[in-house]
């Protein structure tokens, strides 16, 4: 081994000499110590010896240990420098993640399924076991989103999909969505968890399908399209946020009620003996959260928009955040229903807060028989209203790198693929934007999340849009998604975690299968409400403090 050779002089006397090294081994890596001699007079070496009335003298004394680090809760520091309150502080830039996914279909009926994976594009502390099946070889908590990409084979079936976790063997607790699948249509399904992670926990996703037809078949569908890459059944995107100790600040609530709109925007309100979270005080009657301390806040909000039961009502639904009652600039989103479809929304935003901000979710409908809405299904985890998850990226005065950018110009598309333009910068540290190419400048493992509101330019286009991640000029495998657009708008959402390295430079591309119209990202401009963009794309560094605290796997609950 390099560098790790040591020399004692022997004239007629005794010492010990000390070899000492640190290094990174692998699972059946064998290490040895070796010795050699140069001898002048005599026999030399290794000398054991057992004095008078004392212990024996070893010849050799070896130690090994293992050393894992946890989180403390003192303030970030930049890579490579020791916390000024707390000296034995690092940062932890190698974290935890997860990029897996599929190139086969995975079609399902009314018997649960557990989706599987035959791609891992990216990981770092996991396990792989049978079925692929991924299990938590690094404590902490976990920002996990999982984007399937729903539909038929034939293109002829049509019905719903359920998707829902399964952790340890056991469905977790309103945990379901639905997708409705209309024929001849795409659409991506996406469901976001965070959770606490100990040594071993085993995380399986579950769909099932009903179709309208008995003869016909429903799933997620995989699809390989010239110059793009594959568009995969299912995205599992995974990224540790924190050491298990030592959490980050988050919060996750959720409503199991049904939330009707109007045209009068209303604040959506959850469900107060839900929530889940530490050091972000849970949402208020009001539907209000009120930060306890300032900060960058990442906020993603998923909900099940469609009609009310038995009404097959058809509109639009218009939603998004606001801090301290205004709403927050380029972070709104539209959702059609049509003939009662049941499908996911999905908004997300970067927040700087200040102690005391209020942060809620508001909506409006254009039919009072749309909204946001809750089911209880036979055999099945219940399906809550909505979602949403709050975390911390850092202080106010030393943020994770970020960045939460957006478009407010429509952008439409053609078979050949084009830049997605990204002319609004809402916020960002240490991740510089050019319209739309994004240069990193600090190394580490990255969450990406572009959110583009297809549409088409008159309302009565069709055809299909495509989305994906672009690093470095070159298309970012696996990470393409589909959703189709038949005179309606909704959110197309593409995701990764990705590592990084400083000066790489990211893009969102997309391309459009049109047959009518013109089909793309599109913006509008509702009447009294803020301008909804054509693309929200958010990113975010993670990374978290070791102390020298030393973690116990084996003592985990």
């Not at 598309?413 to 510089?432: A, F, Q, Y």
């Not at 301008?531 to 796997?553: I, L, W």
């Amino acid at each position: 081994m390099a560098d790790s050779n040591t020399i004692q002089t022997v004239e007629k006397d005794t010492a010990v000499l000390v070899c000492q090294t640190a290094v990174e081994l692998k699972t059946g890596d064998k290490l040895e110590i070796v010795i050699a001699t140069d001898v002048t007079k005599g026999t030399l070496g290794l000398v054991a010896a057992k004095p008078h009335k004392e212990a024996a003298v070893p010849s050799i004394i070896v130690s090994v240990f293992k050393s894992t680090g946890s989180t403390t809760s003192s303030e970030r520091t930049k890579p490579g420098k020791s916390n000024d309150k707390k000296h034995d502080n690092e940062i932890i830039d190698d974290v935890a993640y997860l990029q897996a996914s599929s190139s086969k279909n995975q079609l399902t009926g009314t018997n649960p399924k557990s989706v599987t994976y035959n791609k891992v594009d990216g990981v770092n502390g996991y396990s792989t076991v049978k079925n692929d099946t991924f299990l938590y070889e690094t404590p902490g908590y976990y920002f996990v989103v999982y984007g399937a990409q729903v539909g038929t084979p034939s293109g002829n079936g049509n019905g719903e999909i359920h998707m829902w976790t399964r952790e340890n063997g056991k469905d977790d607790p309103s945990s379901n969505s639905i997708q409705t699948v209309e024929r001849r249509s795409l659409s991506v399904l996406t469901y976001n968890s965070l959770i606490k992670a100990p040594v071993g926990r085993e995380v399986t996703l579950i769909i099932s399908a009903y179709a309208s037809n008995k003869c016909s078949s429903l799933g997620l569908i995989a699809q390989d399209f010239k110059h793009e890459p594959l568009v995969p059944s299912i995205i599992r995107s995974e990224i540790q946020l924190s050491d298990i100790d030592n959490p980050v600040h988050n919060l996750v609530l959720s409503s199991s009620k049904t939330q009707l709109g109007s045209s009068n925007s209303k604040a959506i309100t959850y469900d107060q003996d839900q929530s889940t979270g530490v050091g972000i005080p849970t949402a208020r009657s009001d539907g209000s959260i009120k930060f306890s301390e300032p900060g960058i806040y990442f906020v993603i909000f998923i909900a099940q928009g469609g009609s009310a039961a038995d009404t097959r009502a058809s509109g639009e639904i218009l939603l998004g955040p606001q801090l301290n009652g205004k709403d927050i600039p380029n972070s709104n989103v539209i959702h059609s229903v049509r003939s009662g479809s049941n499908r996911g929304i999905t908004c997300q935003t970067i927040v700087k807060a200040e102690a005391d901000d209020k942060l809620r979710f508001v909506f409006s409908t254009t039919n009072e028989d749309l909204g946001l809405i809750a089911t209880a299904e036979k055999n099945e985890p219940f399906v809550a209203s909505l979602i949403a998850t709050v975390f911390e990226l850092g202080t106010k005065e030393n943020p994770v790198p970020y960045a939460q950018l957006s478009s407010s110009h429509s952008q439409w598309g053609c078979i050949t693929p084009r830049k997605v333009e990204l002319n609004n910068n809402d916020g960002s540290h240490r991740m510089k934007n050019n319209d739309g190419t994004i240069e990193i400048e600090e190394s580490g493992t990255y969450y990406v999340m572009g959110s583009g509101q297809v549409g088409s330019s008159d309302g009565k286009g069709n055809g299909d849009v495509h989305l994906w991640i672009r690093l470095n000029g070159k298309d970012v495998a696996d990470s393409n998604t589909v959703q189709t657009v038949d005179g309606d708008t909704i959110v197309l959402v593409c995701q990764a975690v990705i590592k990084l390295e400083a000066g790489d430079k990211l893009e969102l591309v997309f391309s459009a299968d049109v047959a009518k119209g013109k089909l793309g990202f599109v913006t509008s401009q509702p009447e009294s409400n803020e301008k909804v963009p054509s693309m929200v794309f958010s990113a975010f560094k993670s990374s978290y403090t070791k102390s020298s605290k030393h973690y116990n796997k084996y003592n985990e609950d």
